[in-house]
């Protein structure tokens, strides 16, 4: 395993939409901040693309199949009566419907962007609001969110590392229940949490944790990490993405949302089974590492990848 390195640094630059994060001559992510995108798509911040170091490209955005799939974004689709995913929306009354309840996590600022010399950490606060009853209005505020997310290379494996921690806290006025089409009825469907999409190509990929390998059958399980190899097109090359999650979340080890036989995704998913409440005065907090690797994870690699990965997330702490 080849290590990264070392006198690489991050660098970013700010376009007044979006950040661009760069090594050397590569850039390795972007970070929408302000999206453009239709209501109906649930307007939110997003990372596309995202790339290894050698420059293959590990991530989609709006797939003909799922347009409010963005790269990599932290996504709910059950707030409350609300959608902060995008598409319709599943309930046991109505099943998959549109009803005009797609909401918006605004961007309101960026209280910090720090350069430590190895990593680049962006404090920024969200306003999440509903669809609004009248086109072109603001919409009723719901959630508060800081959120915070830093990009890292790693000290081994040709490997980066976006660290992200989310709090949300509630503004309704009213308790609100975050869960997924699965707590409203639909077997193994709990999406909903920190989701990556990737690439066509890497349909059909697999699955690595420290249960072993597969692929659909990591669907709903649990696991401290968990990984994804998939290959390219045109270089042919592979690449690889892994989770790893903040052991003081809450309720972990959470369920995974892991697929490959359809299309390539992964994603924490810690409203997956069981409705989590948003209290007044009781915010949630997430956190997560998000490895890209060049090459695919075996067994050794993804192992010590994930060391590291967690070693990052506790020191950013």
């Not at 309840?101 to 309101?108: D, L, T, V």
């Not at 404090?123 to 505020?141: H, I, K, N």
């Not at 972990?252 to 989590?276: D, I, K, T, Y």
């Amino acid at each position: 395993m080849t290590d990264t390195a070392q006198a690489e640094t991050v660098c970013y630059t700010d376009d007044g939409r979006s950040l661009t994060f760069t090594v050397g001559a590569q850039d390795i992510a972007t970070y929408t901040y302000r999206p453009t995108d239709d209501q109906y798509e649930s307007p939110r911040p997003f990372f596309h693309p995202l790339t290894t170091l050698e420059g293959d490209e590990v991530t989609i955005s709006r797939p003909w199949d799922h347009v409010w799939h963005k790269g990599l974004s932290w996504a709910l689709p059950n707030v409350g009566e609300h959608n902060f995913w995008g598409g319709a929306t599943y309930t046991r009354e109505t099943g998959y419907s549109n009803l005009d309840n797609n909401g918006a996590m605004n961007h309101e600022a960026f209280t910090s962007i720090e350069d430590d010399g190895t990593s680049i950490t962006a404090v920024e606060s969200l306003l999440w609001t509903a669809q609004p009853a009248v086109p072109g209005q603001a919409g009723e505020p719901l959630i508060k969110e800081q959120r915070r997310f830093a990009i890292q290379l790693l000290p081994i494996g040709n490997a980066w590392a976006l660290l992200f921690e989310t709090t949300m806290e509630n503004v309704s006025g009213a308790e609100i229940g975050i869960g997924s089409p699965t707590t409203e009825g639909r077997d193994n469907a709990g999406y909903g949490g920190l989701f990556w999409r990737g690439p066509r190509s890497f349909t059909g990929g697999g699955f690595r944790s420290e249960a072993g390998v597969g692929a659909d059958e990591f669907m709903g399980t649990r696991s401290p990490w968990i990984a994804f190899t998939g290959q390219h097109d045109v270089t042919c090359r592979k690449s690889g993405i892994l989770f790893v999650e903040d052991q003081s979340n809450p309720g972990a080890s959470n369920q995974w949302f892991a697929r490959s036989s359809m299309f390539a995704c992964l994603g924490s998913a810690p409203f997956f089974s069981e409705v989590v409440p948003l209290k007044e005065g009781a915010p949630l907090t997430y956190r997560y590492a998000v490895v890209i690797a060049d090459g695919a994870l075996e067994e050794q690699n993804a192992a010590s990848l994930a060391d590291a990965a967690k070693a990052a997330l506790d020191a950013w702490a």
